[in-house]
């Protein structure tokens, strides 16, 4: 049995509950068994446990991540008893979601409550998927009537989104879904996304690399929702039909998770990824198999969103004065723009010499 625990989270009015739809048919017709854990922020504030009920703000975050966490162990639980080879299991909003209704010392009271670090309650999801709110570029569809527990402005709904965006940067897979097309194909760009990374056939966009100047660092961390990664990243010797295995360990201060990601060729050219999470434990059994002749990658990763764009920005011990970015992006929907403090030097999407094997060795040439 694989289970997996996505998120989908998004501002105001941003097409959550017609996405759960889409899910719901897509992936039952792919095999899964999907099962919902309704948004607990609702549920409490239509009961009438609210922040403005409860004796403070932070009396009622605790409350709802304690309901929260309660309602997916129990979700999980249940997935473990089903006779599915394939469960997904969708999170209408995850724990992170309530950073973007606190302060930071709620947040730390909050997290003390609970008993978790933030980068647990941030990982303890597989992938995060935000749909950007309908005040952000769809403002003629922006309403509150059909949510009651709804009740945010245009200006404010589009403040909260660019709050979640934040809340969840720096978690390994994150896909920011804009109104940059109209809704059907903003769905359908939902379930494309979630599809590739289970490892389906149904790619909507693909990644770019660029090389840019060694960024002003300062700048970087001064931006609200920019968030600093360590990664170690080894590649194992891969056997049948598997181009490429590699483990991942990613984290800051002491706090880390881990994976393993497989590369799978399905044909037609084309390749998906399937990756899980690890224990500490399995991680270290997998280091045996590592390939010897591919150095292990070391990189400090910047995420940082700008404009609809999730951008990640990979620093390399040995370079000074240069570092990659790479970004999600499909041609036909908008402009690639980069952010004025970023100077691109060049595209090396196609270049072999940019792979992080190569780069990991030091092999790129002083001239490129």
């Known amino acids: 049995m694989k289970i997996t625990t996505i998120v989908i989270t998004g501002g105001p009015c941003a097409g959550k509950t ?40 932070c009396d009622y975050q605790k409350g709802q ?23 997904l299991i969708v999170c209408d909003r995850g724990c992170m979601d309530n950073l973007a209704y606190m302060n930071d010392e709620e947040f730390q009271e909050v997290l003390k409550y609970v008993g978790k670090t933030e980068e647990e309650l941030k990982n303890r999801y597989d992938a995060v998927f935000h749909l950007v709110t309908a005040a952000k570029g769809a403002e003629e569809f922006y309403s509150t009537n059909n949510n009651a527990a709804r009740t945010e402005t245009v200006d404010e709904a ?31 760009r939902l379930i494309g996304e979630i599809a590739s990374f289970l490892g389906e056939k149904a790619p909507f966009e693909f990644n770019r690399k660029f090389l840019i100047k060694y960024p002003d660092i300062k700048w970087l961390e001064s931006l609200p929702d920019s968030h600093r990664i360590e990664i170690v990243q080894t590649h194992l010797n891969s056997t049948n039909n598997l181009s490429e295995v590699r483990l991942r360990e990613r984290g800051i201060d002491g706090n880390f998770v881990y994976y393993q ?12 990824e399937i990756e899980k999470r690890l224990s500490q434990e399995e991680y270290l059994e997998l280091l045996w198999e590592a390939d010897a002749r591919k150095p292990q990658i070391r ?38 723009k980069f952010p004025e403090e970023i100077e691109v030097m060049r595209e090396v999407t196609d270049d072999p010499a940019f792979s992080d094997v190569r780069l990991a060795a030091h092999r790129i040439p002083k001239n490129r």
């Not at 048919?25 to 922020?41: D, Q």
């Open 18 to 57: 017609t996405a759960m739809s889409w899910v719901q048919n897509a992936f039952s017709s792919l095999g899964y068994a999907v099962l919902f854990v309704p948004e607990t922020a609702t549920e409490l504030i239509t009961g009438g446990v609210a922040p403005w009920t409860c004796g403070t703000n």
């Open 261 to 272: 990601t497989m590369r799978k060729v399905i044909g037609d050219g084309q390749s998906v």
């Open 65 to 87: 991540v304690r309901l929260q966490l309660e309602k997916e162990s129990v979700f999980l639980e249940a997935a473990k008893t089903m006779n599915a080879e394939k469960v």
């Open 299 to 336: 990189k400090t990763r910047y995420c940082v969103s700008f404009k609809g764009l999730f951008f990640e920005i990979d620093l390399y011990p040995y370079w000074n004065e240069k570092a990659v970015l790479e970004v999600s992006f499909n041609p036909g929907r908008k402009a690639l």
């Open 158 to 188: 589009s403040r909260i989104d660019d709050k979640l965006i934040s809340c969840w940067s720096g978690h390994p897979h994150l896909r920011v879904i804009d109104n940059s097309v109209e809704f059907q194909l903003k769905m359908k």
